[in-house]
Structures are given as C-alpha cells and as structure tokens.
C-alpha cells in the first residue's frame, strides 16, 4: 500500500528566506507525486507534479520539487519566501491505477 | 469553463437529518470523488465514481451514499447526520484511464458542514 508523510505540521519562515517542506512516500513502484496548496478557506491548487520525466519539476509561484527515487522522497522548495506563500501544502501519491493518498499537510507560516 | 462547482458553500444540520451535497464539473472529466478534510489528517477519500453508472467506496464511506447518472454530475448524500460528519467536503474530478485518476484532480471550493 501507498502511503505519504510529510515531516512538518508547521514550518515558520522569514520573508525572503527559502522555503523546504518534506515529504516522504511509501510505494512498490513508481508513483505519480504532486503537491497541492489550499490557501485558508479556499480550495486546492495544484503546485506541481511528478510523472516520470524530469525528476527536477518547476511549478507555479517559483515553487519547484525534486524526486529521489533512493530516499523516496518529494520535498518542495522555494528560494524565497513571500507572505502571500501562507498557507497549507500537501503532498499527494498516486499509483496508476489507484486513488490518490494525501498527506496529512504542513502548514507554512510567513513572517514579515 | 467553471471547473468544478459545489452547492451549498456552507451547511448546518441537526443530528439525524438528511441532506445532499451538489457537485457538478463541466470538464467531462471521467473520474470524481469526494473527499472530507479534518485538523492534521489530510483529504480521505470517502466514494469515487470512474464514469457514469459505477461508483466505489473510498477510505471512509460509512454514512455517506453517491450516484452517478451522468458525466456532469456526483452528489454526496448523507443519509442520517452525526457530530462526526461535522467536516469540509471537497468534490474532484481528473481525466482517468483503467478506472482511475492518471493525471491531477480539479478541486471544488469545498463545503463546509456542520452537525448539531
């Protein structure tokens, strides 16, 4: 079974300091892997995604993600913050064929 | 395009009580679902539906019932209100192959619910 963990519930950043969120997924294969931000009291917006190609991935907002098969991970990165950056961030797994798992999200605060 | 709709923004019922929850995307999407997002536990998958006339239970189907009579359109029913359905429910929709999203899903604005 697939399965996702993100390594922070919350990360406090500096405006105009780079942003790491981490996520880490359990998988037999290969999976599909994206990231999702939901600004407060809204709904989902994809960041970016991962299928196979270029394991360095560009999004949106300057964000970018990097899979590393050896570590299983997917950490989002961004090389500095800005405060409208607030909000909650997912990272979703998905196997062809099967459903998306979310991870429980971290919450990214930014100071001013 | 509207994307992904969801009626009503906002809910509150009484324990026991009945309702539905409208989602509708003009995308023609093959595959939605519904999710309920609770404080630190991420979206968990409640019913899915991979074209009209199939649907499946996700993670946590109990208390909840869908039907997909055409592309457009996937209401959640809640068949008999508790406290613990108190959540925010979000419709999604994707382009799928093999009975599946291959690709993102669109999210609605969400639903906020409220049980008494």
């Known amino acids: 079974a697939q399965s996702v963990t993100q390594l922070d519930s919350h990360v406090s950043v500096s405006e105009g300091t780079p942003v790491l969120l981490r996520c880490n997924y359990s998988?037999?294969?290969?999976?599909?892997l994206f990231w999702y931000v939901q600004h407060p009291n809204k709904g989902l917006q994809l960041l970016l995604k991962y299928t196979s190609a270029a394991t360095l991935v560009k999004g949106i907002n300057g964000f970018e993600a990097e899979f590393k098969k050896s570590e299983t991970s997917f950490h989002l990165t961004k090389p500095s913050a800005h405060m409208s950056d607030a909000a909650e961030y997912f990272c979703?797994?998905?196997?062809?064929?099967?459903?998306?798992?979310f991870g429980p999200g971290t919450r990214l605060s930014v100071l001013p | 395009n509207a994307g992904v709709t969801q009626t009503p923004k906002f809910q509150v019922l009484k324990t026991g009580q009945s309702m539905t929850l409208q989602c509708a995307q003009d995308?023609?999407?093959?595959?939605m679902s519904w999710y309920r997002q609770d404080p630190g536990m991420g979206l968990r998958l409640i019913h899915y539906s991979v074209g009209a006339g199939i649907t499946d239970q996700g993670e946590v189907p109990n208390g909840y019932n869908v039907s997909r009579s055409t592309t457009e359109d996937f209401p959640l029913r809640l068949l008999s209100a508790a406290p613990s359905q108190t959540s925010v429910y979000f419709c999604a929709s994707s382009t799928g192959t093999s009975g599946r999203p291959y690709n993102e899903q669109f999210f609605g604005p969400g639903t906020r619910l409220t049980v008494l």
């Open positions: 995308m023609n999407h093959e595959y």
């Open positions: 998988s037999s294969y290969s999976p599909s």
């Open positions: 979703v797994v998905s196997l062809y064929g099967q459903n998306f798992v």
